[in-house]
């Protein structure tokens, strides 16, 4: 494998459920985000780690739990969710946050339907 | 913070005619700006950036212009082809900046009909 990839594809889960995104880059990259990508918005930044250290929460709601066990791997755990949480999760990685100076390559993304 | 406004939200043009998309930033700190391009089922990819210290860049059928003053920079495909049919993110970040993150703009749905 190679680039960013994402499992699952598609999830669709109820309200009550726990389940688990995950996102692996094999670019040798420091940084790896989290986006929510909802119909008619932007591309909505959620999370990033650098160097396995997170370095931005954007407000986003403590349903949503991310971990980085290492510069490879990102996963967002969801619990509780809501309905509008229903959307695409891009994961991407860039060589470093630093100032935002690195091309991102994202993956294909998790499609979420909440029920 | 950084707001990016794109538009139009949707274009469509006959094969062979030119498209532009539009944004806009609010932070004049604002110094790196790239395109995204996502093709119906796909991820997003790069496709050009330019920087703040140039005005326009090329690359074959594509440029990008950047106009520093009203803070405004803009995305022109030349002779359009079927493959261009697809949704383009512009996006705005300060290189060097502790919130270096991109802020993307809301997308055009790009219609290159045959």
């Known amino acids: 494998e190679t680039g960013v990839t994402q499992t699952p594809r598609h999830l669709v889960m109820g309200m009550t459920n726990k389940k688990s995104l995950k996102c692996e880059q094999h670019?040798?990259?420091?940084?790896m985000y989290w986006y929510k990508q909802s119909a008619k918005k932007p591309l909505e930044l959620m999370f990033v780690y650098n160097f396995k250290e997170q370095t931005e929460n954007n407000s986003v709601p403590s349903r949503f739990s991310p971990e980085c066990p290492n510069s490879s791997h990102l996963f967002l755990h969801l619990h509780t969710l809501q309905p509008e949480d229903s959307a695409l999760y891009l994961c991407a990685s860039s060589q470093d946050s630093a100032g935002g100076t690195g091309e991102l390559f994202f993956g294909e993304g998790s499609r979420l339907t909440v029920l | 913070g950084e707001n990016v406004e794109q538009h139009p939200s949707t274009l469509s043009v006959q094969e062979g005619d030119s498209a532009v998309i539009k944004c806009t930033y609010s932070?004049?700190?604002?110094?790196?700006f790239p395109w995204y391009k996502q093709e119906l089922g796909k991820r997003p990819q790069l496709i050009i950036d330019?920087?703040?210290?140039?005005g326009e860049k090329k690359d074959q059928r594509i440029a990008v212009t950047l106009n520093k003053t009203a803070k405004h920079f803009s995305l022109h495909i030349t002779e359009t082809q079927p493959e261009d049919s697809a949704v383009y993110f512009c996006a705005a970040s300060i290189v060097g900046g502790s919130q270096g993150n991109l802020i993307f703009g809301k997308g055009t749905k790009l219609s290159v009909k045959p």
């Open positions: 932070d004049s700190a604002s110094n790196y």
């Open positions: 670019l040798g990259h420091n940084a």
């Open positions: 330019i920087r703040s210290n140039v």
